[in-house]
């Protein structure tokens, strides 16, 4: 019979080998639905797999849509049992189509792989760019296909685009293949044809020879996974269809595996076999089944399969289990039991006793004693019925001589016994060959006790040692004669002695197990460190009688512990010097950036001639790099110690990327670039993400791309790839700029590491950012790649892990009366008083002249100590609306002056200003009482919205034009 193939298709859903099936697609979609499952099912039966790629579906889509049914394709991929490939690579060899050449390179294709082990041969082509320009050239291929395929070990299924199908096309592509399929209302339907006919035809005569048989009836391929099972065979088991039991393993309806698999190699040796094996229904009952199984063949005398008929024998198995344990009651009192004669005639051994001697019960007729017991002579058999005569009964232990020689010992209770005036002999024997072994093995544990380097030392359960071996003499240098008998605790520090003790009392009551380190005290007095396991010692009947203590000397491993500890404290010491140095150098340089970037925009206010307003931009250009090198050092420690949060919102995914465009779209401007946006259909709009952070990843990667791009353009493609309840969003940004080359991309990610190195003197940049977005991408559950061809573009691959946010639109922030002072800016002017408590000049000359420009009365003073006299002193007469307060000042810093203020009662606005940028000290700064933070340098915009919101609002009035 021949082998049918799961084929992974609703229909047909197996065919036999040589079987040439086509299908018509409309979408890309068409041919995913159809194409993954039937190649998921061929590689899942051993079969190797050619997926011959064409429009409108691309390798990567098609290798990502597999990989999502297939976790483990790539494995697949490696072995070359699975290969994707292009249509010209496999029908347009050498730049033609070329029909006896691919014809050629089917039979050459098949006979490798079943040279490699494999089934078969699962293949799929697609037809597309043959059907409009080369349609009579494909249709004369695979006219000749289609008689080739049969008899081999082939299974074909070709794709047919129905948009470039004409009438007499389809028709002409359903007459040249055995079964072609289309999809119809949502699922798909087969097309009745000739072919298709004789195809369910031949998959039907495999089932109806068994279909009407009264016994349970089932097939299986190769691999025992089942290919039919009969109307009886789904009765016995309880199934109601067949579908429920296609494509399972045997394994799946028995409950021994291991003796289903001994019937198997059988089978398999000698063609048939029978077995009584314990099955079980789809409920999880089990029934007893004698199953005889015998091997199927294909036309070629090729092994295809098994076919298997059951009986149910659970009535015969109970009858002969009855009928066994009324033999076992009747028969077998004891082990063995012998009845003999006054002279050593055996009259009776039970079936153990003759199983134990390999006898039968017609060979042991006629038998002595002498013949089975080598240590009985005759003169020993008269004193021993002598003594059987006077003593009525006792115990001996001897042994008993097989059939094959071996001798077995046994312990014996004889009896003397008298019927009718007949005297006998009833032994009871029992073969002791355990009981023998494991007083060997005992000697044997005694050697390894005696032999090991570890103290063994066993003790009472009140505390007195039982027995000393040769390691805990090497240990502690006392002898056995020196310590049997003396307390264990002897052997610890006098203040450890109680512990000893305890854990005793423990293991008396049932305790578990106790593992401990000590310090142990050797016979010199020297003391060291020790590791002791104390084990309860039970007897026969599992009652703790003392307990066991190995002791193994630590001093290495205390010495290597002492060792890994000082190295962590030095790498968490080396780890808060970096963090410290960081902040430091964050103080140092927002510092004096606040003076130069604030300086350098009211320069740029108030200047007009060329040279001044350039010199200014220059100024504040380079102090705006230097600003983001410190923040992208920061983001890099950050991620690097575990300590960078993310912030999750809802937010709209089209609205981030619009916002990032219109960022960038300046630095595109100025090369003369287009910068342009794509988005997948249906793409899920309101996301939960970080969006801070996805905004960061993009704006690098853009602007990468616009830095390193002179001619073409720059292209955003974003897309999504649901699965589950999340979905990942990908993002790909594609330049036509320079290129990277092939050596240099598996370092690209390094920090600080920059593909040319000529390209920071031409472009800049510290090699930052890109470190720093893959690490941010990872945090957000997917991450970045990148490929890239030398002089013609880059491609860089973001992902991120998201959730899908169905609402009724963005959440609306700071509603309310805060919301309207946050939307103050300029447009209005200060009406307030405001304390600075700032010591640099320079910061104290820029904040307090924007202050004052947008209409605020400043007061300054240059530490804390002041800030909190003044703030007091003029608390009754014209309090400060505003407290701006500078964190790192001499005499007294800005935390002890705010918390001193709010402990003597100030409830006003305090904002921190600080150059140190961490998470942490933003929290250390509303701790210590702060109502705001705003991180140095100091933003001219950010500065005024803070003390807008929390300027009293009759405070705020409008400006005057």
């Known amino acids: 019979m021949e082998r049918l193939c799961n084929t992974g298709l609703v229909i047909p859903d197996r065919v036999p080998w040589g079987t040439h099936l086509c299908h018509f697609y409309e979408t890309a979609n068409d041919l995913l639905d159809v194409l993954v499952p039937y190649f998921q099912a061929g590689l899942e039966a051993n079969e190797a797999c050619l997926w011959i790629i064409s429009d409108p579906i691309s390798i990567e889509e098609a290798t990502n849509a597999l990989r999502a049914a297939v976790p483990d394709l790539d494995g697949y991929l490696t072995t070359g049992q699975m290969e994707i490939v292009p249509h010209d ?86 007459d040249l293949h055995d079964c072609a399929f289309v999809r119809r209302q949502g699922g798909w339907q087969c097309i009745d044809s000739k072919g298709s006919k004789l195809l369910f035809e031949r998959l039907s005569s495999h089932k109806h020879a068994l279909a009407s048989s009264i016994s349970p009836t089932v097939m299986t391929d190769m691999e025992t996974r089942i290919t039919y099972a009969n109307p009886a065979a789904l009765k016995a088991w309880g199934y109601e269809t067949e579908a429920e039991v296609l494509g399972r393993h045997a394994a799946d309806f028995l409950q021994d595996l291991e003796a289903l698999l001994s019937h198997l190699d059988r089978v398999r040796e000698s063609g048939s076999s029978v077995a009584e094996l314990v099955a079980k229904r789809k409920d999880g009952s089990p029934f007893d089944v004698e199953i005889l199984g015998s091997m199927t063949f294909d036309d070629r005398g090729q092994p295809i399969g098994i076919v298997a008929s059951c009986l149910d024998i659970t009535q015969r198995k109970r009858e002969q289990e009855g009928l066994r344990k009324a033999n076992f009651c009747i028969e077998q009192a004891g082990d063995y039991i012998f009845w003999t004669e006054p002279d050593g005639h055996i009259s009776y051994i039970n079936p153990k006793g003759r199983e134990a001697l390999g006898f039968s019960a017609e060979a042991l007729r006629g038998m002595t004693v002498f013949d089975v017991d080598p240590t009985v002579t005759p003169d020993k058999w008269k004193l021993h019925w002598n003594r059987l005569q006077r003593d009525k009964s006792f115990m001996l232990e001897s042994v008993l001589r097989t059939k094959a020689g071996e001798l077995v010992p046994i312990e014996v209770s004889v009896n003397y016994m008298s019927f009718d005036g007949k005297e006998c002999n009833c032994a009871f024997a029992r073969d002791i060959s355990e009981r023998k072994a494991a007083e060997k093995q005992l000697a044997h544990f005694s050697a390894i006790v005696s032999s090991s380097q570890d103290a063994i030392i066993g003790s009472s359960l009140d505390g007195f040692v039982t027995s000393w071996n040769p390691g805990a003499k090497q240990l502690y240098g006392y002898t056995a004669y020196e310590m049997i008998g003396e307390p264990i605790s002897q052997l610890f520090l006098s203040d450890r002695a109680d512990e000893v003790a305890a854990l005793l009392a423990r293991l008396q009551q049932g305790g578990l197990v106790e593992h401990f380190d000590s310090v142990g005290r050797r016979k010199d007095g020297s ?78 206010a108030s200047a007009h001639d060329e040279e001044t307003v350039e010199a200014c931009q220059i100024i504040k250009r380079n102090g705006d790099h230097l600003l983001q090198v410190i923040n992208d050092i920061l983001d890099l420690s950050k991620i690097e110690a575990g300590r960078q949060e993310l912030d999750f919102q809802p937010c709209s995914l089209r609205q981030l990327v619009a916002e990032v465009i219109t960022t960038m779209q300046v630095r595109a401007d100025a090369k003369g670039l287009p910068l342009s946006a794509k988005f997948q259909e249906n793409l899920s709009d309101r996301i939960l993400t970080a969006p801070i952070r996805l905004r960061q990843i993009l704006v690098n990667l853009i602007g990468n791309a616009i830095k390193f791009t002179e001619t073409g353009g720059v292209r955003i493609v974003v897309s999504q790839d649901a699965s589950g309840e999340d979905a990942t969003l990908r993002f790909d940004i594609i330049d036509t700029g320079i290129g990277i080359g092939e050596d240099e991309l598996p370092l690209l990610f390094q920090p600080f590491y920059q593909a040319d190195g000529s390209a920071r003197r031409q472009f800049g940049g510290t090699g930052l950012g890109l470190a720093i977005s893959k690490r941010l991408a990872q945090m957000l559950g997917g991450d970045i790649t990148v490929s890239s061809v030398l002089g013609k573009g880059t491609t860089f691959t973001a992902t991120i892990t998201a959730r899908p946010v169905i609402d009724s639109g963005l959440q609306e922030q700071n509603a309310g009366g805060e919301g309207r002072r946050m939307e103050a ?78 402990e ?47 300027a009293p609002m009759d405070q705020v009035s409008e400006a005057l034009d």
């Not at 060899?93 to 006979?111: E, N, P, Y």
């Not at 640099?840 to 209409?855: C, S, T, W, Y």
Request: hydrophobic share 40%.
């Open 89 to 174: 690579a496999w029908y347009l060899v050498g730049g033609s189509f070329k029909i006896d050449a691919v014809l050629d390179a089917w039979r050459k294709k098949t006979q490798s792989v079943l040279n490699s082990g494999y089934c078969g041969l699962r293949a799929s082509g697609n037809a597309a760019h043959f059907q409009e320009d080369h349609w009579a050239d494909w249709a004369a291929y695979e006219g000749r296909v289609h008689p080739s395929l049969h008899g081999q070990n082939i299974l074909a299924l070709c794709s047919y685009s129905l948009h470039k199908c004409s009438a007499s096309q389809l028709f002409q592509t359903v």
């Open 825 to 902: 800016d300029s447009t209005h002017a200060l009406n307030c008083r405001i304390l600075l408590a700032e010591d640099g000049p320079d910061n104290q000359r820029l904040i307090a002249f924007v202050l004052r420009k947008a209409g605020a009365d400043v007061t300054i003073v240059e530490n804390g100590q002041k800030a909190v006299e003044h703030a007091f002193g003029h608390r009754t007469s014209e309090p400060f609306d505003v407290i701006l307060m500078d964190m790192q000042m001499p005499v007294m810093d800005g935390y002890e002056a705010t918390r001193t203020l709010r």
């Open 527 to 604: 003391l060291m460190d020790v590791s002791v396991t104390l084990s309860p010692i039970k007897d026969h009947e599992g009652k703790i009688i003392g307990a066991s203590a190995i002791v193994r000397d630590i001093a290495d491993r205390k010495h290597s512990e002492a060792m890994l500890k000082d190295t962590c404290e030095r790498a968490e010491a080396a780890s808060r010097a970096k963090s410290e140095f960081l902040a430091n150098m964050s103080h140092e340089i927002r510092t004096p950036m606040t003076a130069i970037l604030g300086f350098s925009d009211i320069l740029l």
């Open 904 to 950: 003597r009662g100030c409830r006003g606005p305090i904002v921190a200003l600080t150059a140190h940028a961490m998470k942490e000290d933003r929290q250390r700064c509303l701790d210590a009482g702060c109502d705001d933070y705003l991180s140095k340098p100091i933003d001219r915009a950010t500065l005024l919205q803070a003390v807008h919101r929390y």
